[in-house]
T-cell receptor, first 111, second 113 residues
Framework: QKEVEQNSGPLSVPEGAIASLNCTYS??????FFWYRQYSGKSPELIMSIYSNGDKEDGRFTAQLNKASQYVSLLIRDSQPSDSATYLCAVMRDSNYQLIWGAGTKLIIKP | DGGITQSPKYLFRKEGQNVTLSCEQNLNHDAMYWYRQDPGQGLRLIYY???????QKGDIAEGYSVSREKKESFPLTVTSAQKNPTAFYLC????????????FGQGTRLTVV
């Protein structure tokens, strides 16, 4: 079992709809969670970070964390074609503070 | 502006050659990382360094070497022992674990010719 798992996709969502991306992790002691967006050929850029159970909203993005179920999700409201990218989930391992990366979910927003 | 600079952006390697990828940061971060990314794949950790003059192997260190002589610099050498080096290489840095987000350079695309 991988430490951080994501559905590779592609996930296809109509423009204007809500895109929902999910990530599960195995280290129950993890405390820090991140969503990065990566356009093709570019480096990842941080979209959201979340450290507490519940929801965290930033503009059109909402990160959701459920430590009991060991999953973190990212919702993108009013999806735009410019949101088409690969979204990487990263979890900080509690034992050594290393970031563990999921393989990413490719999101396609259809105009 | 603070940030991480990787160079070159594109690099071509002949069979049997060693090449060195540069990574410089002015964020005053202690921890630096090298990742490899293959098409359609996530990030795989090659080496990391938590402090000057110290570094640790990641999951795929074979065929690679690093040095950390200065806090600002963490160069990666792809040796001839790395049989399939064609990939996108990303350098990242982090502050303390109290500020755990990673900052990335723009990446180096290495191609074997």
């Amino acid at each position: 079992q991988k430490e951080v798992e994501q559905n590779s996709g592609p996930l296809s969502v109509p423009e204007g709809a809500i895109a929902s991306l999910n990530c599960t992790y195995s280290d129950r002691g993890s405390q820090s969670f991140f969503w990065y967006r990566q356009y093709s050929g570019k480096s990842p850029e941080l979209i959201m970070s979340i450290y507490s159970n519940g929801d965290k909203e930033d503009g059109r993005f909402t990160a959701q964390l459920n430590k009991a179920s060991q999953y973190v999700s990212l919702l993108i409201r009013d999806s735009q074609p410019s949101d088409s990218a690969t979204y990487l989930c990263a979890v900080m391992r509690d034992s050594n503070y290393q970031l563990i990366w999921g393989a990413g979910t490719k999101l396609i927003i259809k105009p | 502006d603070g940030g991480i600079t990787q160079s070159p952006k594109y690099l071509f390697r002949k069979e049997g050659q060693n090449v060195t990828l540069s990574c410089e940061q002015n964020l005053n971060h202690d921890a630096m990382y090298w990742y490899r990314q293959d098409p359609g794949q996530g990030l795989r950790l090659i080496y990391y360094s938590q402090i000057v003059n110290d570094f640790q192997k990641g999951d795929i260190a074979e065929g690679y070497s690093v040095s950390r002589e200065k806090k600002e610099s963490f160069p990666l050498t792809v040796t001839s022992a790395q049989k399939n080096p064609t990939a996108f290489y990303l350098c990242a840095s982090r502050g303390t674990h109290y500020v755990p987000r990673a900052f990335f350079g723009q990446g180096t695309r290495l191609t074997v010719v």
